[in-house]
Each structure stands twice: as structure tokens, then as C-alpha cells.
């Protein structure tokens, strides 16, 4: 009879477990249906704010000579004005300079008038458990979102270092819609030398700047501009660069398919991104 009652309790003990279990796991499904949902919700908003067309553009007589080159080469002076973009990328990330790398994946929304951008990104940590992150610049404001298994947050953060940031990022990603750097109500351009120029941006009041380095075939081979980087919770304006690479043409543009990211701390430059391109559509709005 003890035997019998040990046994029913036993049971009793692994059903709750497994229903638990069950129950969690359903949870964060979803979780994480509504973490996506959220994403395409600011995708729309970002298409909804554009503009009914396109705007006035640079004229090509008053950019400096290597953002002349660049736009012609790319193929953004032949073509339509670029008014969305969605893409697709893998690659490896590492929240802190002294981690181990991590496989991500990612989708990324663009509008080009005004600029701004939607991005989404996925970290496996361990079998079952993901940290995924949100990343935004919406009429000039910038969000981060972090949760870990699309359920709890570790980090939402907004605010003036936030705007900054998401602003330099989309201005340096605009090197995969090159027409938008054509646009004269947005950006304009400063000339240093034959192989380099500075680049400045504005949306919603707010304004950043970025230097772009060209290569010997005239397209960008990367962009270094100062961006907040949160040090022990304070934001810090610190040293910033991309490197663009593997340039393959999409419906009539040149643009990267391979970018890697970095902080330059100490004289050193320490990347935290590694970005590979897989997908790269223009002038379809409507999430994956």
C-alpha cells in the first residue's frame, strides 16, 4: 500500500512537471508570435509615415568628386528613387567586446523618405532559450528593445544617446539604398579628399554626421563616425566604424553583402558585428 500511495505521488509529481513545462513553453510561443507581430506593426508605421513621393534631389555637379564616382558606379544616379527596403542576414554578435561570438538572425526594414529603419535580431544562448532584440529610428527617435526568450526584458531603452545612435546606424546603412544619398532634404555632403567624404543626415530635428572611405573601384569600403556606447549605464561618445564588402548588384544597385561593425577603444579596433547579406528586395512593404 506505501508502495502504491510513493508511486501515485511520483506521478503525480512528474505530471505537474511535464504540464508546467507544457504550459511554459506554449507561453513562450506566444510570446514570441507577439514579439514578431510587434516588429511588423513598426515596420508598417515606419511605411506608413513616407512621404507621397520622391523628393528634390543632389545635383551631381555639387557632390564631392568621390560621392560623384560612387553614386554613378552604384548605379543610384540611373535609377528611381528607392523609397523601401527589406533584407535578410546572418553573421555572428557579441554583446561585450570580451564574448564569445554568437550565429544571429535578422531582418531589417527600411524607408527612405524620411529615413528610418526597423531592425530584428535573433541569439541562440542555449537549446530553447534566445535573446532577441528590436532596433529602431523612427522620424529620428531610436529604441532598443532586448527580451530574453521574447518574454523578458532586459533593456528598452530610448532617449537622446539612443537617437543618436539608431541615426548614425542608418546612416550607414543607407550604403544598400544608395539612391536615399541622393536626397537634398536629408543629406548632404562635405568634401575631404579624393578618396573620402563627410556625410550628414538629418530626420525629425535631429542631426548626424559620418565620414565614408571609398575604395579603388569608387564604392564605399567603409564609414567612421562617434556613437554612444553604454558604459556601465552612462552613454559614452566613443570611436565607431563599418566595413562594407562583397558588392553585388540588386535590381540595377551595387550594394554590400558582407559589413562588419567595430568600437575603437585604446587606439584598437574591436568589432562586435560580422554581418553576411542574403536577401536584399527594394520597394516591397510588407514584412517577411
Known amino acids: 500500500m506505501r508502495r502504491s500511495r510513493r508511486a501515485s505521488v511520483l506521478w503525480t509529481s512528474i505530471w505537474i512537471v511535464v504540464l508546467a513545462i507544457g504550459a511554459m513553453g506554449l507561453f513562450v510561443t506566444v510570446q514570441s508570435a507577439r514579439f514578431q507581430r510587434r516588429v511588423a506593426h513598426d515596420a508598417r508605421a515606419l511605411w506608413a509615415a513616407q512621404t507621397a513621393g520622391p523628393g528634390e534631389r543632389l545635383p551631381l555637379d555639387a557632390l564631392p568628386s568621390p560621392v560623384r564616382r560612387y553614386l554613378e558606379r552604384s548605379g543610384a544616379t540611373r535609377r528611381a528613387p528607392v523609397r523601401s527596403v527589406r533584407l535578410r542576414h546572418g553573421g555572428t554578435f557579441r554583446p561585450t567586446l570580451d564574448g564569445p561570438w554568437s550565429a544571429i538572425r535578422a531582418e531589417q526594414y527600411f524607408s527612405a523618405d524620411p529615413p528610418g529603419f526597423v531592425w530584428w535580431g535573433r541569439i541562440r544562448i542555449a537549446p530553447g532559450l534566445w535573446v532577441e532584440a528590436r532596433d529602431r529610428s523612427l522620424a529620428g527617435e531610436g529604441n532598443m ?12 531603452a530610448r532617449g537622446p544617446e539612443l537617437d543618436q545612435g539608431a541615426l548614425l546606424r542608418l546612416l550607414a546603412e543607407m550604403a544598400w539604398f544608395p539612391t536615399a544619398f541622393l ?12 578618396a573620402s567624404a563627410r556625410a550628414t543626415l538629418r530626420v525629425g530635428g535631429r542631426e548626424v ?40 548588384e540588386v535590381d540595377g544597385l551595387l550594394v554590400p553583402f558582407q559589413s562588419d561593425v567595430s568600437w575603437k577603444l585604446n587606439g584598437k579596433t574591436q568589432p562586435y558585428a560580422r554581418w553576411v547579406f542574403e536577401q536584399v528586395e527594394y520597394d516591397r512593404p510588407e514584412p517577411y
Not at 145 to 156: C, E, P, Q, R
Request: charged share 25%; net charge negative.
Open 209 to 248: 554626421s559620418a565620414v565614408f572611405q571609398f575604395g579603388p573601384e569608387g564604392l564605399p569600403s567603409g564609414v567612421t563616425g562617434e556613437r554612444y556606447r553604454d558604459v556601465g549605464g552612462k552613454g559614452v561618445l566613443t570611436p565607431w566604424s563599418g566595413e562594407f564588402r562583397d558588392y553585388r
Open 145 to 156: 528593445l532586448i527580451k530574453v526568450a521574447s518574454t523578458w526584458a532586459i533593456g528598452d
Open 183 to 194: 536626397d537634398a532634404h536629408h543629406v548632404s555632403w562635405t568634401p575631404i579628399d579624393d
